[in-house]
């Protein structure tokens, strides 16, 4: 059983920067594609960023790129998703999850955190 804890959110000034942590236990992280997802109020959750451990691929979406950086630290279990340049858009609840293949989409993960908020203040 894999569990997904996240923390790191909180209330940011836009233009500054925040990181956050995607705690895992159950299983080793480098099994997994592990992925950031945000759900802003009244949409849809979308994808952010994902990080396959073998090989080292990234993919992000396009909102965010050059902005977000997804990394890893295998020896602490812990996913980060390093944010700068933050907008007001980027307000959202972010959720770390796990998935047996490389992919965008929010059906191919099998795990979820809880979520951590972010709210970036204009």
């Known amino acids: 059983q894999v569990q997904l804890v996240e923390s790191g959110g909180g209330l940011v000034q836009a233009g500054d920067s925040l990181r956050l942590s995607c705690k895992f236990s159950?299983?080793?992280?480098?099994?997994?594609?592990t992925g950031w997802f945000r759900q802003a109020p009244g949409k849809e959750r979308e994808f952010v960023a994902a990080v396959r451990w073998i090989g080292g691929d990234t993919y992000y979406a396009d909102s965010v790129k050059g902005r977000f950086t997804i990394s890893g630290d295998s020896s602490k279990n812990t996913v980060y998703l390093q944010m700068s340049s933050l907008k007001a858009e980027d307000t959202a609840a972010y959720y770390c999850?796990?998935?047996?293949?490389?992919?965008?989409?929010?059906?191919?993960?099998?795990?979820w955190g809880q979520g951590t908020q972010v709210t970036v203040s204009s």
């Open positions: 159950g299983r080793t992280l480098t099994r997994y594609t």
């Open positions: 999850a796990a998935s047996y293949s490389f992919s965008t989409t929010q059906g191919d993960y099998a795990y």
